[in-house]
């Protein structure tokens, strides 16, 4: 998990340990992790780190990160289906 802060800054660590480079982060450090998220639609998320833990010149912008593949709602949707459907009690409380 890299909720916890501590995740968070031993990942930077280790990509830091790997000269930046993060596809060499996940060979040697990711054995663990699931990238299964970040790999669907043919690595679409995959692809959207690379391009944002990069050098700065080559990074993508916040809005072009924002419109990559990875966030499209064609990419999104099927995660979002198996989301439980709110009840029509839970409905009507939300309309309200």
Same mark, same amino acid.
């Given at each position: 998990? #890299?909720?916890?802060?501590? @995740?968070?800054? #031993?990942?930077?660590?280790? %990509?830091? !340990?790997?000269?930046?480079?993060? !596809?060499?982060?996940? !060979?040697? $450090? ?21 391009? =944002? ?6 990074? #993508?912008?916040? /809005?072009?990160?924002? @419109?990559?593949? $990875?966030? /499209?709602? !064609? @990419?999104?949707?099927? %995660? &979002?289906?198996?989301?439980? *459907?709110? @009840?029509? *009690?839970?409905?009507? &409380? =939300?309309?309200?």
């Amino acid at each position: 998990q #890299l909720r916890k802060s501590e @995740s968070l800054q #031993l990942v930077a660590r280790r %990509i830091m !340990e790997c000269g930046g480079d993060v !596809e060499l982060w996940r !060979e040697r $450090f990711g054995q663990n992790l699931d990238f299964t998220m970040l790999d669907r639609r043919n690595g679409a998320g995959w692809e959207l780190v690379l391009k =944002l833990v990069c050098e700065r010149q080559r990074r #993508l912008s916040a /809005s072009q990160a924002l @419109s990559h593949r $990875f966030l /499209s709602s !064609e @990419s999104l949707g099927p %995660i &979002t289906a198996d989301a439980p *459907k709110a @009840s029509s *009690k839970q409905s009507a &409380t =939300l309309r309200r």
